[in-house]
């Protein structure tokens, strides 16, 4: 079985949509070990927990400084033995000491069409307000590899939305969410599960 953790911080609809494709049988041969939250009380311990998975608690704020979280986060996502990482709406930046050891394993949802509206800043509602005000006509998610950057590595799936007249960053965010996040992030997963889409590091690429 292929095994994916995934790290949240929130209300975990992505982790949701991930956790629905495993049963339904969309992602095929593969398991959901475990769910890391850096914040207590979210409901997306609630999700694990009714869907029978591990989940726990990794707190910047339960530890004397960044250094020591940092290397609590690496323990902790290293007794899963994850194939996969799946950083599903995680707010924390991931530390360098995970990067490093799990390169071409962990993947990311972002809001927007990276390159548009990504990078250090660019989080939450407002990524959606940005590009309200931007005006652009076009938004959508991205799914891609996490590297060393914010927001910079290999892409993997992208889906664009339209926006609406009257949309608020809120209305558009939910649009989002429902139209292109919840199906982009489970098929990315599907896609590395299976073997269809493998990390090759950017220098690769030129090959
Ligand atoms: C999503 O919009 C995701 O793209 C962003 O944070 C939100 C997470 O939502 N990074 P949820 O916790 O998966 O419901």
Redesign the pocket.
Known sequence: MFRVLVL????????QAIIDRVNDGTIKDTEIVGVISNNHGVY?LERAAAAGIKAEVIAPKDYPDRSSFNRALLAGIDEYKPDLIVL??FLVVVPEIVIQKYEGKIIN???SLIPSFCGTGY??LRVHKAALERGVKVSG?TVHFVDAGTDTGPIILQKAVYVEDGDTPETL?RRI?EEA?WEILPKAVSLIASGEVVYKKPTDMRN
């Open positions: 949240v911080s929130g209300g975990g609809t992505n982790l997306s599903a709406g949802i972002h809001p989080y939450g998610a965010q969410m996040e």
